[in-house]
């Protein structure tokens, strides 16, 4: 118990030490820290100006990993994803390979001149899009992600409505994401859900299928502000002492496992961040993957852990309890 960090002393506590990876399910790919936002919320840290943009070669290593192995679903990331120029030749190749493909996109790249295409394009290949939209009401979403996103966001969804996106069996899947504003756990995902549904449709003609409420993590941009604002303390007081055993057992750790743009791995997209590598004897990066080593691995974990173990839970899709 010496050598533990706080958090492993939790999952001890829980009887969950080590945690394990059971499997593989998402191959989780962030293509780069190249974004056209500068979201205060961002645990990326991403923006105008980052030059991580992931290469065609580290594109088709991660291709030929999806063709020796069954991992179904790939989740693509950023920064924002769509502009990396091989964006949608990446796409296309692993929806060649029968994989269910999901983008998470902040949505106002979509109202870029180079981008408005896109939708139809998400629409012809069948891609998930899972969108941030931290709030229904303009004020609050421009104050966390900048001036103007709100206008830009809700002409990205009314376009990806009009396509088919959020309408119930159209096969075009259309999720949101939530981000608490400060430093605050997110409500009840359920109950928000219903207030996003009610407000969305009544004040915007909007629908969607899913909303998901992920907790802000105290890394990158978000860990600026907590200092900046002298939240820090209070904000890791609040997620340690909601710390939630059954959502411990369900992170999303378990079953992702996380590329970053140079093809190093990791446990999640956060670790990612953190440049806490996939270790305990596991490959750290694509060019030594080895499916079996990397479906028993041992989680690296570190305080940050507590964000997504508070409460009901917190993962790439959502609450996890």
Known sequence: MDNLNPFDISLSKSAL??????????????????????????????GPDRKEVMQKNTMEACLDIIEKTDIPTID??????????????????????????????????????????????????????????????????????????????????????????GKQDSGHVLNLVYNPAGAFLSPSQKALEADYK???LKRYGIIFNNLYTITNMP???????????????????????????????????????????????YDCDFNQMLGMKVNHGAPSHIKAFDIARLCNRQIVTGIHCYGCTAGGGSSCGGAVT
């Open 76 to 165: 693509i990331t950023g920064g924002a994803p769509e502009m990396n120029p091989n964006f949608r030749w990446f796409i296309k190749e692993f929806r060649k390979r029968g994989r269910h493909v999901m983008v998470r996109s902040n949505l106002t790249i979509l109202a870029e001149p180079d981008y408005k295409d896109l939708p139809e394009f998400f629409a012809e290949n069948k891609v998930e899009v899972i969108a941030s939209f931290p709030h229904y009401l303009e004020q609050t979403l421009d104050r966390q992600r900048g001036n103007g996103v709100f206008k830009k966001s809700i002409e990205a969804l009314k376009q990806l409505n009009s396509i088919g996106y």
């Open 17 to 46: 030490y080590p945690l394990t990876a059971t499997g593989i399910t998402i191959f989780q790919v962030n293509v780069g820290r190249l974004c056209n936002q500068l979201c205060k919320h961002c645990h990326v840290d991403a």
């Open 198 to 200: 009610r407000e969305m």
């Open 219 to 265: 890394i990158g941009r978000f860990f600026n502000y907590l200092n900046s604002s002298e939240n820090y303390t209070s904000y890791m007081e609040k997620i340690i002492l909601s710390y939630n055993p059954t959502a411990a057992s369900l992170v999303m750790c378990r079953y992702t496992l996380s590329v970053g743009w140079d093809g190093s791995l």
